[in-house]
């Protein structure tokens, strides 16, 4: 039990179009869910963290406006990169907790912005 | 101010001999200590948690607040053990978790 699943797995898009990233709780139910970024042979840095039904709280330097993060369900979170750059290229993993309080977590979606 | 330091970067013992995986934290409160495993091409998924004090494929952690430390030891290392290792805390009652540098550990045939 307790699987995550993201999709899609990786995606290639030009500079300045936007890309929408889901994270999927399949067989629980998320109250809380995370979004990380990982460069490369670096650790998770934390985004944001958003609860089903509420605004998203940002980690600081993060800008909300650029990162838009949607938790409308208790199994399903977007994060979507609005005007992607280049320097937005990396990995981004989500993770989701529910009662228990322990975070499972995506496999990673791999974004290229060209 | 939360953080996670592992001093080591890559580490790399023989099949059969122990291992330490290192990590250390700062935090002013009582936190809650985690090590996370990524192997090779996997997700990263949940090891072991200090509050559970628990043996997991034969890791064990103990915390040690007067160091401040919350080192992953394993008697015996097995070739499976080659993996991506995170050590991460979690305190004052925030859901999020803070992340060490990482650790990957080799071990040699």
């Known amino acids: 039990g307790a699987v995550v699943s993201q999709h899609p797995s990786w995606v290639i898009c030009k500079s300045g179009t936007s890309v929408k990233i889901e994270c999927r709780s399949l067989?629980?139910?998320?109250?809380?869910m995370f979004w990380y970024r990982q460069f490369p042979k670096q650790s998770l840095m934390l985004m944001a963290t958003?609860?089903?039904?509420?605004?998203?709280?940002?980690e600081q330097g993060v800008e909300k406006d650029k990162f838009l993060i949607n938790h409308a369900s208790l199994t399903l979170s977007t994060l979507t990169v609005t005007s992607a750059h280049p320097e937005d290229s990396s990995f981004y993993i989500c993770?989701?907790?529910?009662?228990?309080?322990?975070?499972?977590f995506g496999p990673g979606t791999r974004l290229t912005v060209l | 101010a939360q953080r996670v330091t592992q001093p080591e970067k890559l580490l790399s013992v023989f099949k059969g001999a122990p291992v330490e995986l290192k990590c250390n934290y700062s935090?002013?409160?009582?936190?809650?200590l985690f090590w996370y495993v990524q192997y090779s091409r996997q997700r990263l998924q949940l090891l072991l948690r200090?509050?559970s004090r628990e043996s997991i494929k034969g890791f064990t952690a103990d915390l040690n607040k007067g160091e401040t430390s919350f080192h992953l030891k394993k008697p015996f290392a097995q070739e499976e053990d080659s993996a991506m290792y995170y050590c991460a805390l979690k305190g004052g009652g925030a859901q999020k978790l803070v992340f060490g540098q990482g650790t990957r550990l080799t071990i040699n045939p």
């Open positions: 993770s989701a907790a529910g009662d228990t309080d322990t975070q499972y």
């Open positions: 935090y002013s409160g009582s936190p809650e």
């Open positions: 067989d629980f139910q998320a109250t809380t």
């Open positions: 958003s609860n089903e039904g509420s605004k998203a709280t940002y």
């Open positions: 200090h509050i």
